[in-house]
């Protein structure tokens, strides 16, 4: 399949998902500091929300920061925050050109001050923009996602007449509205770079049926080719649902 023929943007996944790993190992590969990787891999994320609009791409989430990621060196921690908080607002006007509606998933009430005005300034700013959703994930875990969804449940029983009745007939979609950023489509399609093949954490319920790909380029050298490989590659794919392949092809 040419690049023209899935521009098409019908076969396009609405809801993207990217693990952007590999900055780390690139920066080595140059005999620089993990910084520096991630530095390229920043300019590579702004991009990345530009090439999936133009290829039909509703809504693109990134994985940032885990809620893990604090446990990296103290070094590398404050200099991915930093990097937040200053090309944040430089790229807020390229935001607007592209129509870009900034979203957060995560909890950031922990984030250095600079670093968090920085996020809720763009979130404001764009919040009315309608060409693609950037969500970027900071201090994001789906297990934590999951976590605070169930106790969320609980409160929400507790509100209702009969409380064991509301837990006992509770459905997966009802339990989905009691999730962070519930407006937010199912993954699609998960695209991890880098080389390893793992889901760390990421979007752990939202990923149930997604399609996955896993590219070997490391992320600061992923380009909008790669992007394209793994849309026609996702176009390529038999979304079954649980369903058989007849049963799909009859629908
Ligand atoms: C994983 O690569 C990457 C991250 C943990 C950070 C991703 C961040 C960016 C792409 C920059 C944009 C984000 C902000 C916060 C401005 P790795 O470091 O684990 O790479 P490695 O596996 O090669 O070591």
Redesign the pocket.
Known sequence: MSASDSEDVATSPTHVGII???????ARARGSN?LA??KQ??EV?RNVVRWAKELGVRQISLY???TE?WERPKLEVRG?MS??AI?LPKTLPEMMDNEVRFRTLGDISPLPTSARKAVEQACEETANNTGIDLILCLNYGGQQEILAAVKQTLQWAQSMPDEQQALATLNPEQFRQLMWRHDIAPLDLLIRT?GEMRISNFHLWDAAYAELYFSDV??PDFSKEDLQLALDEYASRERRYGQTSEQVKHE
């Open positions: 952007m790993d590999g900055n780390g190992r690139w993990r990787g991630h891999g920043a994320a940032a920061f885990s990621n991915l990097l937040l090309l880098g490391y992320w």
